[in-house]
């Protein structure tokens, strides 16, 4: 089966089209299977993909001149779902005329928009904002939900459980994702209600296709003891950017020891192959790629500040979510385990 | 006025009585100002003092042979007060036996028998626990609540908001702290409800002695922007963690990355100094010493794995609370502020 072409959101994204266009270029040059629908203005596009000749034969162009501002609220942005290259982007997966979408705008709105076009799965309560977050091995974690509902009950909690694991099974290849969900301790009285009767749930549930083992603490998150970390998107943006901020203060830290005084800048110099590796291993473009879980169709958020590279890495999640069915997975997955009975709504 | 002595759990922590009475008699070579009660077993605690002779003429011995379990519930651990070394350390601060009390011990048998012991202020609803951590300036930033408190409304986040300034006011210096909400967003809609009232409230408050400026994401916990971050206790531990580990995954890369090769070997010895200032700076011990505020009476909270080092800073964290009085200082701000009418129960 031959990869659908997959729909980006040009003009998203703090760079816009340069930098979405030579993602969605890079991508294709690392494998030639993929093809794309470019949504946005014509001109800038073309203008753009005159320094990407592979391209041409590679994609089409979907123009508009609306774009979703980066601190636009999600209801007035879906007024403008149909005009905007967000917006259109989203409709091409909604009516066939592309197999997933990638957007490095707004997460809000292009969260309100995918939802709305493309409906949430039956079976499913909320969809949820996954990532993966690297680790100490060479497997990266996913974690969900990031940001996408700000309050969870202990049924949302499992059935984000359900769709990291089907999401984790395709990054890692492992037959049982190792989950935990995130609290305050490990003991089995920590946490709120709802963390305390997903967990319940989720041990007493037979015919899930996970190890469920518990909780993990904040401090765990990257140390690759687990697959799968689950928590309300509060919690979880709190943690995520915790991550981001506490690494960049500590590389910011490490620059300016290096450059303190001419004996370390030497010993930089000499060891710069290691701090090379440090950045490669850091750098969030080689992990950009969020998945928005539960929807009917593949919508993949792109981070704003994202490099080419970055996007390039955010379409190939798209094409691996594609390839490994993943929308399949989690409806089958949902089923077998019958929800319903697992936490009373 | 002479300094009050400081109660010293002397049996809790990871390693227990050496680290304790090495870290008491750490803080008095540094000023002989300190003067301690140490409790514990009487014959260990004799024992580690052989190898400090200054300690001999400042110290005092309460014995006792039960100690809290680092795994102990609260519940349990309460109705030994007057039997454990914990106990009997917060006891000392209640009958002015000292000034204040340090502990390296179970967290939350801690928090609930200081509550118990010293009771909260008048005007307080509840207590919060607080540390200090550090950023890419010279001075830490307060974070509270740390984990003493799961849930918490608007009322209890403006009460820690002028806790965390009194605090940040001997710390800093500052005259006006600057203060921030930790949230998901900066826009005045993100968050929860409480989270908006308590912004709204001390936006709105005049004679406090502080400058709101809004919410902070978790990111830019340690750029040194703000001066006190409050947040629940829930998410608190989760930033907290988070930022912990994410620290010392990084600093666990840089040390793979600079034994990967004999060239980086060569380049980490050169670079040692700038290395060095590297772990100095992100070393937990330097940063060790969470208070509880809000209490009548000071508890200091050490890290359990807290090396001599970090037991002399939270030490010295006690000392400088009861020098600058901390308890007037937040019982005058809760006065003038005048809760009540900030924010209704």
Do not use: W
Request: hydrophobic share 45%.
């Amino acid at each position: 089966m031959s990869l659908p072409r997959i729909a980006v959101d040009a003009m998203g994204g703090d760079e816009g089209v340069r930098v979405m266009v030579e993602g969605a270029a890079l991508a294709r040059r690392r494998h030639d299977k993929f093809k794309f629908l470019l949504v946005g203005d014509e001109a800038r596009i073309k203008a753009a993909l005159e320094n990407h000749p592979g391209m041409t034969g590679a994609s089409e162009i979907l123009h508009c001149d609306d774009v979703i501002a980066g601190d636009e609220k999600p209801s007035r942005a879906l007024r403008r779902a149909k005009t905007t290259s967000m917006g259109l982007a989203v409709d091409a997966v909604k009516q066939g005329h592309a197999g997933a979408a990638v957007s490095a705008g707004n997460t809000g709105a292009l969260m309100a928009m995918s939802k709305l076009a493309l409906r949430t799965m039956p079976g499913l309560d909320r969809p949820a904002l996954a990532a993966l977050l690297p680790t100490l091995t060479d497997d990266d974690v996913i974690m969900l939900d990031l940001g996408a509902n700000r309050d969870c009950d202990a049924r949302n909690l499992v059935q984000f459980a359900i769709m990291g694991a089907a999401y984790s099974r395709i990054v890692t290849g492992r037959e049982r994702p190792r989950v935990r969900l995130l609290n305050i301790g490990t003991e089995e009285t920590k946490g709120t209600e709802d963390i305390q009767a997903a967990a319940e749930a989720l041990r007493a549930a037979t015919g899930l296709a996970m190890d469920f083992e518990g909780y993990v603490e904040a401090d765990k998150i990257n140390r690759g003891e687990c697959d799968v970390i689950v928590c309300d998107g509060f919690s979880g943006n709190i943690a995520l950017k915790a991550i981001e901020g506490a690494a960049r203060f500590v590389t910011d830290l490490l620059r300016s020891a290096f450059t303190s005084s001419l004996r370390s800048k030497i010993g930089f110099l000499v060891s710069r192959p290691a701090t090379e590796l440090l950045r490669h291993h850091l750098d969030p473009n080689n992990h950009n790629g969020a998945v928005f879980l539960g929807l009917n169709g593949v919508v993949v958020k792109s981070h704003g500040s994202a490099n080419a590279k970055g996007v390039a890495n955010a379409v190939e999640v798209a094409a691996r979510l594609l390839e490994d069915d993943i929308l399949n997975r989690i409806r089958h997955d949902l089923g077998e385990v019958g929800t319903e009975g697992l936490v009373a709504k």
